[in-house]
C-alpha cells in the first residue's frame, strides 16, 4: 500500500490534470454547432492504430478501439458505463448486482464470479478487451492475455484515488482519454461543491463497519470509502491502520471511540453477541444514537465515480439530515 503522501500527491495531480481539461472544454464552444464530418479515413486509422497501455501487471498493446469488453470487477463496469460503452460479459455474484450498480438492467453475458472469472465463457464472447482486478486476478492475468488482450487494475481493497487513476486508464485503452478526462472534471466539481455544504465546525468522526463471522472489518481512512468521505470534510476514526481495511476487535472498537458508526450487518451473529457486552453500549455512537444501516453493495462493493457520488450524498443526509443539493 502506498504511504499517505503519496497518494495526495497522485489525487493532486489527477485532479489538476481533470480540471485542466474541463477549462479546455469550456472554451471549445459547444461541440453540436462545430462537430465536424464524419471522415471514413480517419474513423478506418482509429480501428487499426495500436497504443501500448501501462498497468499494474506490466504493458499491453490494444489495437483500434476495444468494443467487445469483459470487465471483472463492478468498478470497472461503472468506468465503461459512464464512457458510453456496455461490456459484453460481466463478473457478478448475484442476479441483482449489476441493475444495482448502474440503476437499471443492460444487456450482458455473466462470466462467472469476480473470485472466479469463468474462462471458457470469456473466451466464447470474443473479447477484444478484458479488464482485470490486481488483488483478485493477478495469478490468472496470463490465461486471460491468452484470450484477448488484458490490462489489470486496482479496485478492490484500493483508495479512492487509485480508483480515479484506474479510471482514467481505461479511458486510455478505449481510446477515450478526453472523455475520462471530462468526466473526472465533472467528478472533481462535484466533490468541490459538497465540500462546501460540510459545517467546518463539525468535529465527529465516522467509521464503516462490515460484520464477519468472527470480527469487523472496519474501513480506515485509507479505504475507498473513508478516503472519499476525507476529500469532502467527513473525518474517519481510524487514521493510522497500514491496509485499508483492518479486522477489529470489541475492545479495539471502544479505542477507536467513533462518534458515527455506518454499519453493514453481513453477519448479523456477532453484532447481536456484541450488544449483549456493556463494551457496546459505551461507544460514543452507541450512546448517542448514531448508528446507521448502509447498504453493503453501495459502499464496498461497487467502487465507481457514480457510486462514489451517491456514498456522499447519502452520508450528509445521515449526518446533517437532509441531502446535500
Same mark, same amino acid.
Given at each position: ?10 489525487? +493532486? @495531480?489527477?485532479? @489538476?490534470?481533470?480540471? @485542466?481539461?474541463? #477549462?479546455?472544454? /469550456? ?20 480501428? /487499426? ?11 499491453? #498493446? ?25 461490456? #459484453?460479459?460481466?463478473? +457478478?455474484?448475484?442476479? /441483482? ?10 444487456? &450482458?453475458?455473466?462470466?462467472? $464470479?469476480?473470485? +472466479? ?28 492475455? !491468452?484470450?484477448?488482450? $488484458? ?7 484500493? $483508495? ?34 459538497? !465540500? ?8 465527529? !468522526?465516522?467509521?464503516?463497519? #462490515?460484520?464477519? @463471522?468472527?470480527s469487523l472489518s472496519a474501513h480506515g481512512a485509507k479505504s475507498f470509502d473513508g478516503e472519499l468521505l476525507e476529500m469532502v470534510g467527513i473525518k474517519n476514526a481510524i487514521q493510522d491502520a497500514p491496509e485499508p481495511t483492518v479486522k477489529i476487535s470489541l475492545e479495539q472498537m471502544v479505542q477507536w471511540d467513533p462518534d458515527v458508526i455506518f454499519l453493514v450487518e453481513a453477519d448479523d451473529a456477532l453484532l447481536s453477541e456484541w450488544k449483549q457486552n456493556p463494551l457496546w453500549n459505551n461507544i460514543k455512537a452507541v450512546?448517542? !444514537?448514531?448508528? &446507521? ?8 462493493? &461497487? ?16 449526518? &446533517? ?5
Amino acid at each position: 500500500m502506498k504511504k499517505n503522501n503519496g497518494w495526495k500527491r497522485l489525487g +493532486q @495531480a489527477g485532479w @489538476a490534470l481533470a480540471l @485542466a481539461c474541463s #477549462v479546455m472544454l /469550456t472554451g471549445c464552444g459547444s461541440s453540436e454547432t462545430a462537430a465536424p464530418t464524419a471522415n471514413p479515413e480517419s474513423s478506418q486509422a482509429a480501428q /487499426t492504430q495500436t497504443r501500448t497501455i501501462k498497468h499494474e501487471l506490466g504493458e499491453t #498493446v490494444i489495437k483500434g478501439e476495444p468494443k467487445r469488453i469483459v470487465a471483472l470487477e463492478f468498478s470497472f463496469v461503472d468506468a465503461l458505463w459512464e464512457l458510453g460503452v456496455t461490456p #459484453v460479459g460481466i463478473a +457478478q455474484e448475484k442476479e /441483482t448486482d449489476v441493475e444495482g450498480l448502474l440503476g437499471q438492467k443492460i444487456e &450482458y453475458t455473466p462470466v462467472g $464470479t469476480r473470485q +472466479q472469472p469463468n474462462l471458457e465463457v470469456i473466451s466464447s464472447l470474443h473479447p477484444d478487451l478484458i479488464i482485470g482486478d490486481l488483488n483478485r486476478h493477478k495469478d490468472i492475468y496470463q490465461d486471460l492475455q !491468452k484470450i484477448a488482450p $488484458t490490462i489489470i487494475l486496482k479496485s478492490r481493497n484500493s $483508495t479512492y484515488q487509485e480508483n480515479l487513476s484506474s479510471f482514467a486508464k481505461i479511458g486510455e485503452a478505449l481510446n477515450k482519454t478526453k472523455e475520462a478526462e471530462q468526466r473526472l472534471a465533472k467528478h472533481k466539481e462535484f466533490i468541490d461543491e459538497q !465540500k462546501k455544504k460540510i459545517p467546518a465546525g463539525d468535529s465527529r !468522526k465516522v467509521m464503516l463497519g #462490515v460484520f464477519r @463471522a468472527d470480527s469487523l472489518s472496519a474501513h480506515g481512512a485509507k479505504s475507498f470509502d473513508g478516503e472519499l468521505l476525507e476529500m469532502v470534510g467527513i473525518k474517519n476514526a481510524i487514521q493510522d491502520a497500514p491496509e485499508p481495511t483492518v479486522k477489529i476487535s470489541l475492545e479495539q472498537m471502544v479505542q477507536w471511540d467513533p462518534d458515527v458508526i455506518f454499519l453493514v450487518e453481513a453477519d448479523d451473529a456477532l453484532l447481536s453477541e456484541w450488544k449483549q457486552n456493556p463494551l457496546w453500549n459505551n461507544i460514543k455512537a452507541v450512546k448517542n !444514537k448514531q448508528v &446507521y444501516n448502509v447498504n453493503r453493495d453501495l459502499w464496498t462493493r &461497487y467502487r465507481g465515480l457514480k457510486s462514489a457520488e451517491r456514498i456522499v450524498e447519502e452520508a450528509s443526509e445521515v449526518l &446533517y439530515g437532509k441531502k446535500q443539493e
